[in-house]
């Protein structure tokens, strides 16, 4: 993997994520398969719950709803207003700042962390999991989901882009408004990575196991219907969810 010098933040970009990814069936099932799996294997606590990277706040919000009291941290300032803006009202806190320096913004450790398609935006990705293992509280829960490079490896030779895959050309390049991460993860690492921090793996569940391998580049509601079936019946089925575009972990510290 190549590492770029950077981390990728998307100010200038709200527009373009609410519409091209939470206007679009990707993002309506990524968040439909987020938050049924939360529903089925993340204990309800309602304790103190820290969104990482919360962009424009889908997620910070279902919680909220959920009954989480929920500090969101965000390097974009115009993702971390929109986020704001979408909670009005509701109990929440909010702070402009990456995942690097959440420790020293907002303390810890937390009982329950959401870090959702963050890692695959960072120079080194796999820097981020000490930090992780320090803000997550002994018989604490983490989502962690992060986009995965097999699924990337599948979907370019599903285009026809087969150089590309040869040569490992496969991270995007955090220029413009294109939106291929610059860090695409392996299982494995993950694995290995939460494994290093004293971190369990609860469950692994793929998101889009099918949808952006489709032929059809806008399905007809019907089709969709019947996708999103087939999505949650293989979400975590082998071989299937290997080839998700994203992995969903939930995670667990052991209590002692």
Request: proline letters at 5%.
């Amino acid at each position: 993997m190549t590492l770029h010098r950077h981390d990728r933040h998307f100010d200038g970009m709200a527009d373009k994520f609410e519409r091209s990814m939470y206007g679009a069936s990707r993002g309506q099932l990524r968040l439909s398969l987020l938050q049924e799996g939360l529903s089925e294997e993340w204990p309800q606590a309602r304790a103190p719950l820290l969104d990482i990277g919360a962009g424009l706040g889908h997620m910070a919000e279902w919680a909220v709803d959920e009954g989480y009291p929920v500090t969101m941290v965000e390097p974009s300032a115009e993702m971390l207003e929109r986020a704001q803006q979408r909670l009005a009202g509701r109990e929440q806190a909010a702070y402009q700042c990456d995942l690097q320096h959440a420790l020293a913004t907002v303390g810890g450790p937390w009982p329950r962390i959401f870090c959702h398609a963050v890692l695959e935006w960072m120079a080194d990705p796999y820097a981020a999991f000490p930090i992780l293992g320090q803000l997550l509280a002994p018989g604490g829960y983490l989502s962690l989901m992060a986009y995965n490079r097999d699924g990337l490896i599948m979907s370019n030779v599903v285009k026809g882009n087969l150089a590309r895959v040869q040569k490992g050309e496969l991270a995007g390049r955090g220029t413009r408004q294109r939106l291929t991460p610059i860090s695409p993860l392996s299982h494995d690492r993950i694995v290995e990575a939460l494994a290093a921090e004293g971190l369990e793996i609860v469950s692994v569940t793929g998101i889009r196991v099918f949808h952006d391998y489709l032929r059809e580049r806008h399905p007809d509601e019907h089709t969709l219907e019947q996708l999103f079936d087939l999505e949650r019946r293989y979400a975590r089925v082998e071989p299937f969810w290997r080839l998700g575009r994203y992995l969903h972990y939930i995670v667990r510290r052991p209590a002692s």
